[in-house]
């Protein structure tokens, strides 16, 4: 069943709210009559859509347009800063779900307004800080942490069996051999389906797997093996060049 929260925004644009969730809490399926910006300070937390699974690494956060329905996963102690959003407070709001950067500034805004009245005089500073929240949401960079679900049954059986077992091979040659197609067709279908082609909706699945072990202190080493590196260089190289630093370096950072 999924519930529904509803919020007032007779005085602000938006209401913040902080909430710190211990390892292995959960949410379960929920909607908003708002938009949501969720915005992790450390841990991760995966967002489950009907559209797909979403993970928040540290620092970044997720937005979240008004009525999606979504389930939270928590990994690792979370520190979460939310803005509730008023849908009408600009026209231009990001449309769909996706993870986002969170910008030094938008990050010390969202601070800045967990300390704000609830009611403020216009031209003020408050106005301001909540006006400057709205025009930086408009400029988030999306980040490719969405691993989108296939619209087929045969594709979503495959997903799964790469969810519950990120280690193997899988290459498209066994996988197509699975569904009985040519790697051709598979890689078509993948493409029209989920927006990514097989190879790289495998190696989004494997660097998800990988921050939620990285955020339970997992080794990097043991993390690389187990998600079918040959070494922990490979793997190294692979989360440097999406993540734009090393997971011994993000997760000492975050």
């Known amino acids: 069943m999924t519930t529904a929260t509803t919020f007032s925004f007779t005085h602000r644009p938006l209401v913040p709210f902080a909430h710190d969730y211990v390892h292995g809490a959960s949410e379960p399926w929920h909607q908003h009559d708002c938009a949501q910006l ?47 959003i008023d ?27 967990l300390t704000l009245p609830e009611s403020y005089a216009p031209g003020s500073r408050d106005e301001r800080v909540y006006e400057l929240i709205l025009d930086e949401i408009r400029i988030m960079p999306v980040l490719p942490f969405h691993l989108p679900e296939p619209e087929s049954e045969a594709l979503r059986n495959l997903c799964q069996k790469i969810r519950q077992t990120p280690g193997e091979s899988w290459n498209s040659t066994q996988a197509a051999s699975i569904l009985g197609m040519s790697e051709r067709t598979l890689n078509r279908h993948f493409q029209q389906q989920t927006g990514l082609s097989y190879s790289e909706w495998v190696r989004r699945a494997r660097l998800m797997e990988a921050l939620l072990r990285l ?19 490979a793997f190294t190289a692979m989360f440097r060049r999406v993540m734009g630093i090393s997971p011994s370096d993000y997760f000492r950072n975050d």
């Open 38 to 84: 969720l915005h992790s300070l450390s841990g991760v937390v995966r967002v489950d859509t009907a559209s797909g699974c979403w993970v928040v690494p540290p620092g970044r956060g997720v937005w979240l347009p008004a009525g999606t329905p979504h389930a939270i996963r928590i990994t690792g102690n979370v520190a979460a800063r939310t803005l509730f």
């Open 215 to 233: 955020a339970q202190g997992q080794p990097v080493l043991r993390v690389a093996l187990d998600l079918g590196y040959g070494s922990h260089s």
């Open 87 to 113: 849908p009408l407070a600009r026209a231009d709001l990001p449309a769909s779900c996706q993870i986002v950067q969170i910008s030094a500034l938008l990050r010390e805004l969202i601070l800045t307004s």
